[in-house]
């Protein structure tokens, strides 16, 4: 079965950096692409970023552009967020999550277009 594990969370001070892992298994990982997203207290889960099956791709929230960098190894099953710059509304869980389509190129900004969840990874940033 599909498995997203997210881990590198934890507490950080206002312009510091985290890198958030997602390892994924149960399913050909080199083949889909994939997205990160977020959720703050009381919020939408909302798009953070994405990249595509190959690792050529990649978009991201304009929140977070030329902040946030997604990357991805396939050869571990795992994709990464390096977070850098951080701000006090940065503070959320944050989810990897697989994209529907395989192969995809664009990753999408839907949750609609994402079908496994990990459990999420709590980032908070203090001010």
């Known amino acids: 079965q599909v498995q997203l594990v997210e881990s590198g969370g934890g507490l950080v001070q206002v312009g510091g950096s985290l890198r958030l892992s997602c390892e994924a298994s149960?399913?050909?990982?080199?083949?889909?692409?994939m997205g990160w997203f977020r959720q703050a207290p009381g919020k939408e889960r909302e798009f953070v970023g994405g990249i595509s099956w190959s690792g050529g791709y990649t978009r991201y929230a304009d929140s977070v552009k030329g902040r946030f960098t997604i990357s991805r190894d396939n050869a571990r099953n795992s994709v990464y967020l390096q977070m850098n710059s951080l701000k006090p509304e940065d503070t959320a869980v944050y989810y990897c999550?697989?994209?529907?389509?395989?192969?995809?190129?664009?990753?999408?900004?839907?949750?609609?277009?994402?079908?496994?969840w990990g459990q999420g990874t709590q980032v908070t940033v203090s001010s």
């Open positions: 999550a697989r994209s529907i389509g395989i192969r995809a190129g664009d990753p999408g900004m839907r949750r609609s277009e994402y079908d496994h």
């Open positions: 149960g399913y050909t990982f080199s083949a889909y692409a």
